[in-house]
C-alpha cells in the first residue's frame, strides 16, 4: 500500500507516485504531530465522510484490482468484489481499472450487469 508523506508543521504532504509537494486544504488548518486526521492512521482504513448538504449526483466508487494473483487468489476476490457490488445502491456508478501487464479502463452504471 502506497501512503503519503506528511509534514503537519509545514501543513504539506508529498504524493508517494509523482513526489509533488502539496498543501493541505483549508480545513485541515489545526493540523499537527498531536492533532492528526483519522485518514492518517493506518488503523483507518476507510473514512466515510457526512456532508451538510444534499447530495445531487450519484455516489461513485472505483475499483482498482491488480490481476497479477493466481487462480485461487483471483476467485476469492471476484467473490469479494460480486459481494461488494451487491452491498452498493442501485444508482451509484462504479469504475473499474484492472491491472496485470496492461491496464484497462472500463465504466458502466449499476444496473446490476455485473
Known amino acids: 500500500m502506497y501512503r503519503s508523506s506528511v509534514d503537519p508543521?509545514?501543513?504539506?504532504?508529498?504524493?508517494?507516485?509523482?513526489?509533488s509537494r502539496n498543501a493541505f486544504p483549508p480545513g485541515y488548518h489545526?493540523?499537527?504531530?498531536?492533532?492528526l486526521p483519522a485518514e492518517l492512521y493506518p488503523a483507518?482504513?476507510?473514512?466515510e465522510y457526512a456532508?451538510?448538504?444534499v447530495v445531487q449526483t450519484p455516489?461513485?466508487?472505483?475499483?482498482v484490482v491488480d490481476t497479477c494473483m493466481d487462480f485461487d487468489e483471483l476467485k476469492a476476490l471476484r467473490d469479494t468484489l460480486v459481494l461488494s457490488l451487491s452491498l452498493l445502491p442501485p444508482y451509484a456508478y462504479i469504475g473499474l481499472i484492472t491491472f496485470g501487464t496492461m491496464v484497462r479502463?472500463?465504466?458502466?452504471?449499476?444496473?446490476?450487469?455485473?
Open 59 to 63: 455516489p461513485v466508487f472505483l475499483y
Open 51 to 53: 456532508l451538510s448538504r
Open 9 to 19: 508543521r509545514g501543513k504539506l504532504w508529498i504524493c508517494p507516485f509523482c513526489l
Open 44 to 47: 483507518y482504513s476507510t473514512i
Open 105 to 114: 479502463r472500463d465504466r458502466f452504471a449499476t444496473g446490476r450487469r455485473y
Open 30 to 35: 489545526d493540523i499537527s504531530n498531536n492533532n
